[in-house]
């Protein structure tokens, strides 16, 4: 079953590639099709509870198994990303065009998604890792703004620069973890059953390797310099996948491979790792209040919004795991739902710039009120998925350093400020005179990926037990390091 739901999207990308080069109507059904019937799958199995698991040798030599363990963390998130999946698809449904070179590539990154999390060895998750970038690179470069190239150069070489500093410090944790244990191994499983003790350079050489990598992805504050340009230059159906599921890779890297596998040196770093989370939360809000466009907006509160993570990460402390969990799949419904406003805006001629549009409600009323629901979801309205996410975080956050935890609390202030802002500037006020007369609301297909997204957050919201109830273990499990045994209860720098 592990590999059905790993291969199955890779395998029907190579086929609808193979069959499908002059029907890209037909590769864009079967696009949609198969992105269903594997997001049903990964659901089913999330909803049976139990985890799934397979061992095998792969490359014995060097230590290296084909390990995978879905468990609820990982399937939380596989389900997450095929949701994003159907949505970017159905908001790009008319907009996109070469459905059979996209569809392949989308297909083939949700393959790399949720191999990556599934993977229980470091080069078995490297390998897969690197599956889920390649072809994100090339629907960056191939869809978006005229100079969409620009940026998706810029991610690339970023991304696989931080990728090779990520293989290194593998490489290294592989060596560091043989001369200690006399197990020389790439597996998952054994490295933490016997992690790196020490803080010694080497150790702090593979965390430094394994921050940079991961946190270029997340994007963890100043790492985030090429995450503004791509979201703005890329279409809005590839930025929902980049922005909503592959950031969760990122946060994701760092929960599982930093503190169970070195927790002296990791909790050493945490106080800094909080102090970089929440002050990348405020940078973030801060810039996204100085934006003059809506894609500007949602690229600045997608990085504040993933740097709260970090806070709740190097918290290290159970409910900020839990929030983050919930802030993790919040964040990816909220502003996926905000990327597919603005690609709806742009069906309809409009980039959503401050000054080309104004007074947008009085003729799209219900695309008005599903953007306003996406604007309250993420500056943390209660009974949405968000506040949830965000109360446990800054709630754990706080009990480490009232400091840090309180700076991650003003950004939630800050982002009622440019929410309320970019609501008012495109949706209400005077009727702009350069906007159309003629824009029509929802059709169906688009009443459908909004409302898969806003049940979605509804039901986060109102019943986040139901999901801190599945990623409980696995969190339970990461926390079985405990920092407070490491540093006698002092963690903060405040």
Known sequence: MLNLVIYFPLLAAAAIWLGCRERGTLARSLTLAVICLETLILFGLAMGGNALSLDAEW?????????????????????????????????????????????????????????????????????????????????????????????????????????????????????????????YTFDYGILKQTPLIGNTLLSKLILGGLLLGFGVKVPVF???????????????????????????????????????LMPEVTASFAPWGMAIGAIGTLYGAAQAIRQDDLRGVIAWSSISHMNIAILALFAWQAQALHGMALQLLAHGLSVAGLFAIAALLLDRKRDGVYANVGGLYAQMPKLGMCFLFFVVATV???????????????????????????????????????????????????????????????????????????????????????????????????????????????????
């Open 59 to 183: 490359i014995a030599d060097y230590g290296i198994h084909y390990h995978l363990q879905l468990d609820g963390l990982g399937l939380a998130l596989s389900v997450l990303s095929g949701g994003l999946a159907v949505v970017a698809i159905l908001v790009g449904w008319e907009r996109i065009d070469r459905w059979q070179a996209f569809g392949p590539l989308l297909l083939a990154t949700l393959s790399g998604m949720v191999g990556l999390f599934a993977a229980y060895d470091l080069i078995l998750f490297y390998v897969f890792w690197e599956l889920m970038l390649i072809p994100m690179y090339f629907m960056l470069a191939m869809w978006g703004d005229p100079d969409s190239r620009r940026s998706a150069t810029q991610f690339m070489l970023v991304t696989v620069t931080a990728s090779l500093l990520m293989l290194v410090a593998i490489i290294l944790l592989f060596i560091a973890h043989g001369v200690q244990t006399g197990i």
């Open 222 to 260: 100043p790492l985030h310099f090429w995450a503004p340009l791509a979201y703005r230059k890329g279409d809005p159906s590839v930025i929902i996948m980049l922005s909503g599921a592959m950031a969760n890779a990122g946060v994701y890297g760092l929960l599982r491979f930093t503190m169970p």
């Open 380 to 494: 943390g309205m209660p009974g949405l998925a968000n506040f949830a996410g965000e109360a446990l975080i800054l709630a754990g956050a706080i009990s480490r350093s009232i400091l840090w935890g309180s700076v991650g609390a003003v950004t939630i202030l800050l982002s009622v400020i440019y929410g309320v802002k970019v609501y008012g500037k495109v949706m209400l006020g005077p009727v702009n005179p350069r906007v159309p007369t003629e824009l029509w609301d929802l059709n169906s297909r688009e009443k459908a990926a909004l409302t898969v997204l806003i049940i979605a957050i509804l039901v986060i919201g109102l019943m986040p037990q139901l999901m801190i109830e599945t990623v409980h273990l696995p969190t339970a499990e990461l926390l079985a390091v405990n920092i407070d045994s490491l540093f006698g209860g002092v963690h903060a720098i405040d």
